[in-house]
């Protein structure tokens, strides 16, 4: 049996989330058991069958954000390891990290997925990074990064430069791939006050660390022929709500929901070039991004010394520019759109997301896995 340990898992929505499933899915089609240990919304034990992998979801008698808390999972975790001959981590998860020391001690050999450095929180993230981290990645056996970049500029991994290995992030092509961008473009250009001939997107939580209101304030050095689509849920909501009421760019920014997973490529496919304004580390990587270039749209991304400048080849896949500068980010989408970049630059675009197969993907994490 292979345990996974994550703090959320789908249906819950997130790029953490999509890989974790990836990975026990692919783990499960090659014959292994596979359990999931996950933290529920509620405090309230469910147990369930998620195709072949078997997902337990502990009861959380603390959830904010992403942080969830359970007083059963250090027992649920000493019942299954027991019976595990690897256990898989997904770093950072928050409350699993405080058993570092007990993940010395079991026999099994224990593989990490690092997805971002910890660089909010305050105090406690403080606490959390100069006690528990480097426990916690003392003990690990292979530290999986999801781009040489992260390797580079993190001072954590930099200790585990020998027991790091990187596996870059995934796109499913059989599903991301250009699609008429009419049939979405009809159904929001209608829904603007002021009728876009330019669509500016962005897709993902609407959390601090994205750095959406910087995207909403570019909208002001832009002409009115551009309109803003952020698609998503999440806490900061209602003060982008407010960033837009007070910048006055209630005809130009559109909010909508989740969008369901098999429309996403035709959302991506209708917009002329897709922003991802994070400003932080904690936004390791993006797979958005990938989606959104496998659709055949050029991207902004943000350098952060993280996956966000790997992916997106700067003047060929689209354009990094420096996280929080609003200016920057309304010039870069003037150049690629003034530009054409949706016709001009299609072919480089798709053929760099060749790199990031999802074929590949499960090919190198079997490869460390079954090692």
């Not at 337990?56 to 299954?80: A, D, H, Q, T």
């Not at 224990?110 to 426990?135: S, T």
């Not at 993190?154 to 699609?179: A, M, N, T």
């Amino acid at each position: 049996m292979i345990l996974i340990v994550n703090k959320m898992y789908p249906p819950e929505i997130g790029g953490v989330e999509v890989v974790t499933k990836v990975v026990a899915d692919t783990l499960s089609e090659k014959g292994h058991k596979v359990v999931v240990l996950t933290f529920n919304r509620e405090n309230k034990f469910v147990e369930e069958k998620i195709g072949n992998v078997d997902v337990l979801r502990l009861p959380s008698i603390f959830v904010k954000n992403s942080i969830r808390i359970s007083p059963v999972y250090g027992k649920i975790f000493r019942e299954l390891v027991g019976t595990a001959e690897k256990v898989i981590f997904n770093f950072p998860s928050g409350f699993p990290e405080l058993f570092a020391k007990l993940y010395e001690k079991i026999p099994v050999r224990k593989i990490c997925f690092y997805h971002a450095d910890v660089v909010r929180y305050g105090a406690v993230g403080w606490l959390y990074n100069k006690f528990l981290v480097q426990r916690f990645l003392r003990g690990m056996d292979v530290i999986i990064a999801s781009s040489p970049n992260i390797v580079k500029t993190s001072k954590f991994l930099k200790r585990y430069e020998d027991k790091v290995k990187v596996i870059p992030l995934f796109v499913d092509v059989s599903h991301f791939y250009p699609r008429d961008p009419q049939i979405v473009r009809e159904k929001l250009i209608p829904l603007f006050g002021k009728k876009p001939r330019k669509i500016v997107m962005y897709v993902g939580r609407l959390s601090k660390y994205k750095g959406l209101e910087y995207l909403i304030n570019a909208m002001s050095f832009l002409d009115e022929k551009y309109g803003l689509v952020l698609i998503g849920e999440g806490p900061m909501k209602e003060k982008l709500l407010s960033v837009v009421r007070r910048s006055k760019l209630e005809d130009r920014v559109l909010f909508l929901k989740h969008v369901p997973y098999e429309e996403l490529p035709y959302y991506y496919s209708a917009a002329d070039v897709f922003v991802l304004p994070s400003i932080s580390r904690a936004e390791a990587f993006g797979l958005v991004v990938l989606e959104a270039m496998a659709c055949g749209t050029p991207v902004i991304t943000t350098e952060l010394g993280t996956g966000t400048s790997y992916h997106n080849v700067h003047g060929k896949t689209g354009l990094v520019v420096p996280p929080r500068d609003s200016k920057k980010i309304a010039s870069a989408v003037e150049e690629i759109c003034e530009g054409d970049w949706k016709n001009t630059h299609k072919l480089v675009i798709t053929a760099r997301v060749k790199d990031f197969s999802l074929e590949r993907f499960k090919n190198s994490i079997m490869e460390v896995l079954e090692r």
